[in-house]
């Protein structure tokens, strides 16, 4: 039997980077474990606060899927030419990808959902099923908090046909404006007094700059430069400058906000992963890591409902047991769901409402 970790097919273009989901993602998972009174706050606070800075920092992850978002689009779907027929399977891909299953986080939150006794409830399950979180600010509930994040991912991928063929064919000196730009954007947003609950529109710098990475990818394959294999030499400064600003946010004196700051190195560590080589590169490559990696949405966006039930069910079942080990019993159940999700939910309903939306317009062609 082969090993998990052998190998994958060459039809897998950028390996590496769909195994850096499954560590952004639990990243996120570890932020919420170590929130006020949850299972790994009391373990958390006995960290040096560096180290505790990192651990707590998985917010940060959202913007690195972000780039990311914006850089596996760019190199699936970039064209220079986009036709009525293009765009609608283009839209239905990202449709299916997205929210099957989103729909069943809230059907694991059901329960929840109806014994909440919230003021305008109809209202804010209208929000949740339009997923319109992303520009409405604090909400009075947390049924499922991360779903924010996908509001500006909707939103980033009704612009992805504008951004593709304004960006696809940039030059080196565009490359490095546009980058700048970008990340320009935030700053400018509030000098114009945009609210900040309208959070798609202060992350559009994020997965711009995914775009523009892709695009250096292509500048960096094409220059004919023997870096495939050597992306270490990229990724290896970009993890380790991310980590010190994280673990040490005090450098940045007010001058840029930590997520500015990031922002350019997320898009150094995914064009390094994409180029291949080094310790990471091929850890991130092995299949078990990329099959969770191809998990990953499934264990971000259900992990908190999830912790609802494991809240409701076991803890006070089980108050004599540390909080860590109850965290890593509730990691691995969150894993072992995702895992199932992923193979027998995400990837059929994907395919069926592929086959199923795009069929007549394919008979017609």
Same mark, same amino acid.
């Given at each position: 039997?082969?090993s998990?970790?052998?190998?994958?097919?060459?039809?897998?273009?950028f !390996?590496a980077?769909?195994?850096?989901?499954?560590?952004?993602?639990l990243?996120v998972?570890?932020?919420?474990?170590?929130?006020?009174?949850?299972?790994?706050?009391?373990?958390?606070?006995?960290?040096? #606060?560096?180290?505790a800075?990192?651990?707590?920092g998985?917010?940060?992850?959202? &913007?690195?899927?972000?780039?990311?978002?914006?850089?596996v689009?760019?190199?699936?779907?970039? %064209?220079?030419?986009? %036709?009525?027929?293009?765009?609608?399977?283009?839209?239905?891909?990202r449709?299916? *990808?997205?929210?099957?299953?989103?729909?069943?986080?809230?059907a694991?939150?059901l329960?929840?959902?109806?014994?909440?006794?919230?003021?305008g409830?109809?209202?804010?399950?209208?929000?949740y099923?339009?997923?319109l979180?992303?520009?409405?600010?604090?909400?009075?509930?947390?049924?499922?908090? !991360?779903?924010?994040?996908?509001?500006?991912?909707?939103?980033?991928?009704?612009?992805?046909?504008?951004?593709?063929?304004?960006?696809?064919?940039?030059?080196?000196?565009?490359?490095?404006?546009?980058?700048?730009?970008?990340?320009?954007?935030?700053?400018?947003?509030?000098?114009?007094?945009?609210?900040?609950?309208?959070?798609?529109?202060?992350?559009?710098?994020?997965?711009?700059?995914?775009?523009?990475?892709?695009?250096?990818?292509? #500048?960096?394959?094409?220059?004919?430069?023997?870096?495939?294999?050597?992306?270490?030499?990229?990724?290896?400064?970009?993890l380790? %400058?991310?980590?010190?600003?994280?673990?040490?946010?005090g450098?940045?004196?007010?001058?840029? =906000?930590?997520?500015?700051?990031?922002?350019? @190195?997320?898009?150094?560590?995914?064009?390094?992963?994409? @180029?291949?080589?080094?310790?990471?590169? &091929?850890?991130?490559?092995?299949? @078990?890591?990329?099959?969770?990696?191809?998990?990953?949405?499934?264990?971000?966006?259900?992990?908190?409902?999830?912790?609802?039930?494991?809240?409701?069910?076991?803890?006070?079942?089980?108050?004599?047991?540390?909080?860590?080990?109850?965290?890593?019993?509730?990691?691995?159940?969150?894993?072992?769901?995702?895992?199932?999700?992923?193979?027998?939910?995400?990837?059929?309903? =994907? *395919?069926?409402?592929?086959? *199923?939306? @795009?069929?007549?317009?394919?008979?017609?062609?």
């Open positions: 039997m082969p998990p970790c052998a190998p994958l097919a060459k039809r897998l273009h !390996p980077l769909t195994g850096l989901r499954f560590l952004l993602a990243w998972i570890l932020h919420h474990l170590t929130g006020r009174g949850m299972m790994l706050e009391a373990w958390s606070l006995t960290l040096p #606060l560096e180290l800075n990192i651990v707590r998985g917010y940060l992850a959202v &913007g690195t899927f972000f780039v990311l978002s914006g850089f689009l760019a190199r699936a779907h970039a %064209s220079p030419e986009w %036709s009525g027929a293009s765009l609608f399977r283009y839209g239905v891909s449709f299916a *990808r997205v929210y099957p299953v989103y729909v069943l986080s809230l694991v939150m329960p929840f959902i109806f014994e909440s006794r919230v003021a409830k109809s209202g804010l399950l209208t929000n099923g339009l997923l979180q992303g520009w409405s600010g604090l909400m009075p509930v947390s049924w499922n908090t !991360p779903a924010w994040s996908l509001s500006c991912e909707i939103f980033f991928y009704l612009c992805f046909p504008f951004f593709a063929i304004a960006l696809g064919r940039l030059r080196w000196t565009s490359v490095l404006a546009a980058t700048v730009v970008a990340c320009l954007i935030p700053g400018v947003l509030r000098m114009l007094s945009v609210p900040n609950a309208w959070k798609p529109l202060f992350h559009l710098s994020d997965f711009v700059v995914g775009i523009v990475a892709a695009r250096a990818l292509d #500048l960096l394959l094409r220059s004919g430069n023997p870096l495939t294999g050597r992306g270490h030499w990229f990724y290896v400064p970009g380790a %400058s991310g980590a010190t600003l994280i673990a040490y946010p450098v940045l004196g007010g001058i840029i =906000n930590l997520n500015s700051a990031l922002r350019p @190195l997320n898009a150094l560590v995914l064009v390094g992963l994409a @180029l291949g080589g080094g310790l990471l590169a &091929g850890g991130l490559s092995c299949r @078990l890591i990329v099959f969770l990696g191809k998990a990953s949405y499934s264990m971000y966006i259900l992990h908190i409902p999830l912790l609802w039930w494991y809240l409701r069910l076991g803890p006070p079942l089980l108050t004599w047991i540390p909080g860590v080990v109850l965290a890593l019993v509730y990691l691995a159940w969150v894993v072992m769901v995702a895992a199932v999700v992923f193979r027998y939910v995400e990837e059929p309903a =994907n *395919r069926y409402l592929r086959q *199923r939306m @795009l069929a007549p317009s394919q008979a017609k062609a």
